[in-house]
């Protein structure tokens, strides 16, 4: 688990020239904790993931694009925390996760997808978009109209979901190829979700969780969900779900499932 940390309270993600600071990257797995501080950085840090040699991957979400002047709003760091590459991912990013091959899957939101921040021709115009570990555009999901790709889970290269308006199908590609579309009865709308034995789990807005069940390809919502620690305490913070764990952010500690 990869946590940015910084004492700043706010960000003015369309602050431009972008100030220089310093990050903390918090590295948690199994009992240990690593850190890792970036000196100087001209990015407001929104998405970060790790290649599989260990180097980070930082993207800003906003990309202001001047004339031909553009920002590179993706950084690659060692574990040392020295710069080793950067490149441009557009504008209006909502996720950026990477698989096992080292491919980046980003998605993007509704100003990625049309263009804003300088962007008449958006490279987020496909709506979720594969790019190698230095920012070359593998694929682009062009023949889904996606307006705004509302959740993006990345489980692995054969296990890549996305959920997506207007359609409002969930779309598992198994080796950036269309295995399987998913139908979200009521068009709920899914920040994020994961799949689990029983059907999927999906969060609906800032404090709503939801089970749903799957019957020929319908994704159905059954009933609400609250997350309990230990003792049964309901846990009260933002929520994170990647493959087929669940982290919850609470007053006492981070807790993880896994489904």
């Known amino acids: 688990m990869l946590i940015i940390e910084s004492s700043l309270k706010e960000l003015d993600y369309f602050q431009r020239p972008v100030p220089k600071r310093n990050w903390i990257i918090r590295m948690i797995k199994d009992e240990s904790i690593e850190t890792v501080e970036l000196k100087k950085v001209p990015l407001m840090p929104t998405k970060l993931d790790l290649f599989s040699d260990g180097t980070l991957l930082l993207v800003q979400s906003r990309c202001l694009k001047d004339g031909a002047n553009i920002e590179r709003n993706a950084r690659r760091f060692n574990p040392n925390g020295q710069l080793i590459d950067a490149f441009t991912l557009g504008d209006g990013i909502e996720s950026v996760q990477i698989d096992e091959t080292d491919t980046i899957w980003v998605s993007y939101f509704d100003e990625g997808v049309f263009g804003n921040f300088g962007w008449e021709q958006p490279m987020g115009s496909e709506g979720v978009i594969a790019y190698t570990m230095n920012g070359r555009k593998l694929w682009g999901a062009g023949s889904f109209d996606i307006v705004d790709c509302y959740a993006l889970n990345v489980a692995g ?31 709920n709308t899914l920040q994020q979700f994961m799949f689990d034995e029983a059907g999927l789990i999906g969060q609906v807005d800032m404090n709503t969780i939801m089970r749903f069940t799957i019957r020929n390809r319908m994704i159905t919502p059954k009933e609400k969900m609250q ?8 846990i009260i913070g933002p929520v994170f779900m990647r493959g087929r ?15």
């Open 157 to 187: 290269s054969k296990e890549v979901y996305f959920y997506y308006y207007d359609d409002f199908y969930l779309v598992h590609l198994n080796e950036m190829k269309d295995s399987v579309r998913y139908c979200v009865e009521g068009k």
């Open 227 to 234: 997350l309990t620690d230990e003792w049964g305490k309901r």
């Open 245 to 259: 764990y669940l982290y919850a952010y609470g007053k006492d500690g981070i807790y993880r499932r896994s489904l």
